[in-house]
């Protein structure tokens, strides 16, 4: 009897998957609960498992491929004797993995530019002439790049490919530290003596983006912003940024309205500088700051159902942050208000490490009741976020600069000022509603940023 392997649904968006990597090859023994092949979903790379013991008869779809949710995607056949039955049946539809892998992999291409130094005749090449002639004929390093190729299958992010093509690094050479070995682009860097690349995230040392008009401007070379592509070129959207994609078109059937308020942040900067040498960070200074915030405003943390008006049972704060290789994810801080500002700060860390190699399990990007954007470490005094699917609101921090106060008595003072903005979905917020929240987020900032420890 044969079972289907499906295309499974790893999250709540996810409507289609792409097929990593088959673990296993036709005919390979399969036990219940063992990893069968690798997807990637529209946020993760994640382990299919099988959900019984048997052979994997057929892979109908190879790795590469797209597939729609419950799409089936291989066989898996209770007996050995099942195997070849299954396989006729399907031959027209199955692929031999290992056999697929090795002919592409084995495939030497030589670049038109280089065929005046690489002269490889081979239909000059008698039937019967020996191994060690052929080699004489044909460069040492294309026998070596083909041999890799043949013994052993490159697995490598896209950003890591594309890197390698930049830097003219061979990646049969290097050894992976990602998921099983696969080679990631900081690898590539590492293998050229770069520094290594790091997500771009809502954290830094400096307060919030904390900018200083007294401080002496340190000059800089000016670095390239961040491209996809080249110019000319019209680059795929990969998985995730189809899936953001999707997110932010269909917020626009969300009525939404946006209030912002100024926050006063001497203090809270006073309290970070305390705290920071302890691996604080401002991301998790902020989520706490929302979080108890939260928790005496849950009208603000609910979302807005077909049934009703839904309040989740617990304050999940999810954080924006932008991926390398195009795209954003969520990383969610589970009840913060129950956890420590220390762990909290170590649980940020550890989510924002697995988020760059796709390893964050579905409830750890898709479970936020309220999200958090931060774009203060790039100096902007303002911006609105655009609300994400399934919450109530998302709330917009930018940098904390000098600024300039009337105070009531009429004098003036100076004063660090942070801008926040509140996207909120009018159906279940109402302005009043997200006018409280901020009023009682900016007075736990500006007066009690101690009570943030706990």
Not at 208 to 230: A, C, H, W, Y
Not at 289 to 318: C, D, M, W
Not at 384 to 405: C, F, Q, R
């Amino acid at each position: 009897m044969s079972h289907e392997i499906f295309m499974p649904a790893l999250s709540s968006t996810m409507t289609e998957g792409k097929i990593v990597e088959w673990l296993k090859n036709p005919g390979d023994k399969v036990e219940r609960g063992e990893s069968v092949l690798v997807v990637e979903s529209d946020k993760a790379d994640m382990d299919v498992e099988s959900f019984q013991d048997g052979y994997l008869a057929a892979v109908l779809m190879p790795a590469g491929s797209t597939a729609p949710v419950g799409e089936t995607i291989g066989l898996i056949v209770e007996t050995e004797d099942e195997i070849a039955t299954v396989q006729e049946k399907n031959k027209d539809k199955s692929i031999n993995n290992s056999q697929s892998i090795k002919s592409e992999r084995s495939e030497i291409k030589i670049d038109q530019n280089e065929s005046n130094k690489l002269e490889v005749k081979i239909k000059n090449i008698p039937v019967k002439q020996k191994k060690e002639d052929i080699a004489t004929e044909i460069d040492s390093s294309i026998i070596d790049a083909a041999i890799n190729s043949d013994s052993s299958r490159v697995v490598a992010t896209p950003k890591a490919k594309k890197v390698a093509s930049q830097l003219g690094v061979d990646l049969t050479k290097l050894r992976g530290s990602g998921p099983r070995g696969r080679i990631q682009a900081d690898d590539v860097l590492k293998a050229k003596g770069q520094p290594i690349e790091v997500p771009w995230i809502g954290e830094g040392n400096a307060s919030v983006g904390l900018t200083d008009s007294q401080k002496p401007i340190n000059r800089k070379e000016s670095k390239v912003g961040n491209s996809f592509g080249n110019p000319g070129e019209t680059i795929q959207f990969n998985t995730l940024q189809n899936a953001v994609n999707k997110n932010m078109e269909s917020s626009l059937d969300v009525p939404c309205f946006r209030v912002g308020y100024s926050i006063n942040t001497d203090k809270l900067d006073s309290f970070y500088k305390k705290v920071k040498e302890n691996g604080v960070t401002m991301t998790a200074l902020l989520v706490k700051a929302v979080a108890k915030t939260l928790s005496n405003h849950p009208q603000v943390n609910a979302r807005f159902s077909n049934e009703g008006i839904y309040y989740p049972e617990q304050v999940n704060v999810a954080v924006a942050v932008a991926m390398e290789g195009g795209g954003l994810i969520t990383p969610v801080l589970k009840d913060p208000c129950k956890t420590d500002l220390f762990e909290l700060s170590r649980q940020w860390k550890d989510l924002v490490k697995r988020s760059r190699s796709k390893q964050l399990d579905p409830d750890e990007y898709s479970t936020g009741t309220f999200t958090l954007s931060n774009l203060g470490m790039y100096g902007v005094d303002r911006f609105d976020a655009i609300l994400p699917p399934g919450t109530g609101a998302i709330l917009a921090v930018a940098s904390s600069k000098e600024t300039v106060i009337a105070n009531k008595n009429g004098s003036i003072s100076v004063n660090k000022v942070m801008q926040v903005n509140l996207t909120a979905d009018h159906r279940i917020i109402y302005g009043a509603d997200g006018a409280a929240f901020l009023k009682d987020f900016a007075y736990l900032i500006e007066n009690e940023p101690d009570n943030l420890i706990s």
